[in-house]
């Protein structure tokens, strides 16, 4: 999958060669030879010849002092207080797909709260043939099932809408994280309470709240509660974080990520959507003739370069560079990725890491050779559906410029030619 | 693939209706009802009535304070100091199959050494066509991949051949983690340094050995070099954690977590194997005869059940039960692992969560009903190659009592009738 280049298969090996990969033979032999003789290959470092930390340092480890820079960001302008907030998941400094629990970013509308297991509870009610409470250890005795999904806030990309204005791809589209999930069937836990009390399953809802005082409610059609959602207890690996809903959340693969409701305590199965605030005032997008589309659960496919980009600037000058991003759907898997250079007149096709994971990240690349001239980047996604990314201008002409939700439409990043970027927009 | 269970439908429904999961009708209901009100559910709770913590609280989050006890452990009694040590990965609390880099079993010989991004140099010489220097920015310039794969230490369960004597999962099996790498392939910079000077590649080696003071230098054919290794530096989409290797480790899928040389400083290709400590005196299997085995890098199949487990004893009497674990073959991927509960008389084929993951880990359920009975569990993985994992009486006929390194038989837990379990040798 790797080690060629598109038309230019020595491009890097000269280019290094050439200058920016020393020649290892130059530098060890030092003044003879043209090149700078480099210290830190002519000479016995600290680290080589001292010892470092036990395993006793670290039962739980953290970043090393040089990262402290990727980290979850607020923006303290976007809300009145930090508590009904949002932060945003480093996505400019991240690879791969999976996101880490501790940079992964959060949305509250109360805060996070502190539930320990044993004083959690899960009710199913309403159109049930039994009503149940779960403990925690009730749910642990239910087949298990494991899934990487993406969860992206419907308002990632928002302040987009009326132009360019947040200058980074965390702040732009940091509202998106990729975590495997441990967890059971939504679809078992209302099994066991049956569901033959509500007689024909296709118009029926489940409502399901939070224990936060937010409380946070929302109808789920029956078809998705019955599909692929998951009462989850784990995030790669580990206990869910508490910012993430410790001990149990809802997974709704693909949908917006304020149905994947946190500290999960109620589901109740009603015929009819409950019409909850964060369904009709919050989370619809309001058109340009005044009325508000609803129900707008599944995520569009999207994508968007992580590096470069403006907290992620090019910092060697011309020639060899990876361009690298991330694109996902909600209707399914990512099938290709495309990448301009001249804000969308022009597109070469990106490689994708590991093609055909449904409803979660996928990584793409572009290793391409750059110039040293502005560059006008933008990547443009497509799923299994056959659809396509729109543009800022697409988008626009069907939604208008009311919506704060549900903006999935082509970033652009002007690379300047001293390597910084910037958040633009082309017509 | 859930919400059946072999031959009893409807096990868990009859059961959590008669007695484990309250029926929420009675305890909301109240004194009318048999069942004792909760208050967890009649009473309103804090949490639902208060704020909880803004999204300024953790820039970057460590798990919530219930889960202080889900953190890697070393033993003082192994080894001299904790400098040249190992800790271990709490698995018996962990589900899923990624491993967060912060509790990530560490094995180093000389400590974890703080090397930053712009002090790290990594040399490619011997036989090639021009020895090369690359700085940390010069790998970024390369196309990259992502997989995931696991790494054991070959010491894992080394202690367990003589008997049965670390009482948990974590301290037996937990020497090994699994994670999403980013990287360059290894092949990619061998070939940027060129490798017509190797001539027949054939029987040519890389020697590779790390930045730290014990250097921990290993030899790889080229077969291998030129295979699947990568020259990583993200793990789970975010930069190594310093104990990982931060900025750069090697990555040797499949093969013994030695190899995975942490802080790469050198890679040498060479026309024969260098020999090395860790490879003559280390890291080879001492047979009943004197002699030893060496070039053992392949890690065999294996599996473990972590819960339940000593460190994750059975709470909730009988009935339904989870069974779960992991199993992971260094040479390929994970086809079947069956289940005993009588210490391998009789056998069930668990269900595999994620199949054909090749040289990571595999989490395998068994969804059953506990009888309330002593069971004396066991677990034995399958791979693609078709090798089946044996028991420690196979494996001690061929290797004897004298090895430490390699001990990929089947695990033994006791669970006695108070759910409490022990790790026990049957014969």
């Not at 739980?60 to 002092?65: D, F, H, N, V």
């Not at 990487?148 to 791809?169: D, K, P, R, S």
């Not at 709240?209 to 789920?220: K, P, V, Y």
């Not at 002409?397 to 970027?421: D, F, K, M």
Request: hydrophobic letters at 35%.
């Amino acid at each position: 999958m790797s080690g060629t280049f598109k038309g230019k298969p020595t491009s890097r090996r000269a280019f290094l060669r050439g200058g920016v990969a020393a020649a290892a033979g130059a530098v060890a032999a030092g003044a003879a030879q043209a090149a700078t003789p480099d210290p830190l290959i002519t000479e016995v470092q600290d680290w080589a010849i001292s010892l470092g930390d036990g395993v006793d340092a670290t039962p739980y480890g953290l970043p090393i002092e040089y990262e402290a820079d990727v980290v979850r960001r607020n923006v303290p302008w976007l809300t009145a207080d930090p508590i009904s907030s949002i932060n945003f998941t480093p996505i400019h400094a991240l690879d791969g797909t999976i996101t880490p629990q501790g940079c992964a970013f959060e949305r509250h509308h109360s805060g996070a709260i502190d539930l320990k297991k044993e004083d959690y509870r899960l009710m199913i009610n309403g159109l049930v043939d039994t009503p149940l409470v779960f403990t925690y250890e009730d749910l642990e005795r239910f087949p298990r099932e494991n899934h990487v999904y993406f969860c992206e806030c419907a308002a990632n990309t928002g302040m987009e809408w009326a132009g360019a204005q947040l200058n980074g791809a965390q702040f732009t589209h940091g509202m998106i994280h990729n975590m495997e999930y441990t967890g059971v069937s939504l679809r078992t836990l209302l099994e066991e309470a049956g569901l033959d009390a509500a007689g024909d399953l296709k118009d029926k809802w489940v409502y399901v709240e939070g224990a936060d005082a937010s409380s946070n409610g929302r109808s789920i059609p029956m078809a998705k509660a019955l599909g692929d959602c998951l009462v989850a207890f784990k995030a790669n690996g580990e206990a869910l974080r508490k910012e993430h809903g410790y001990p149990v959340r809802l997974v709704v693969p693909g949908w917006e990520g304020n149905m994947w409701v946190k500290w999960l305590r109620r589901i109740e199965v009603t015929d009819a959507a409950v019409e909850s605030r964060e369904e009709t005032s919050k989370y619809t997008d309001t058109l340009e003739d005044g009325t508000s589309r609803k129900w707008t659960w599944v995520m569009d496919a999207k994508s968007v370069i992580t590096s470069p980009s403006p907290q992620s600037p090019i910092k060697h000058g011309k020639g060899p560079l990876v361009i690298t991003g991330l694109a996902w759907s909600g209707h399914g898997a990512i099938t290709r990725v495309d990448v301009s250079k001249d804000g969308g007149k022009t597109w070469e096709t990106a490689r994708l890491a590991k093609p055909g994971e449904a409803k979660a990240l996928t990584r793409f690349y572009l290793d391409t050779t750059w110039d040293g001239e502005e560059m006008l980047l933008q990547s443009r996604a497509m799923d299994e559906t056959g659809y396509i990314q729109p543009t800022k201008a697409q988008l626009r002409e069907v939604r208008g410029l009311n919506s704060v939700y549900h903006n999935n439409c082509i970033q652009t990043w002007w690379v300047r030619p001293n390597g910084e970027a910037e958040n633009v927009e082309v017509s």
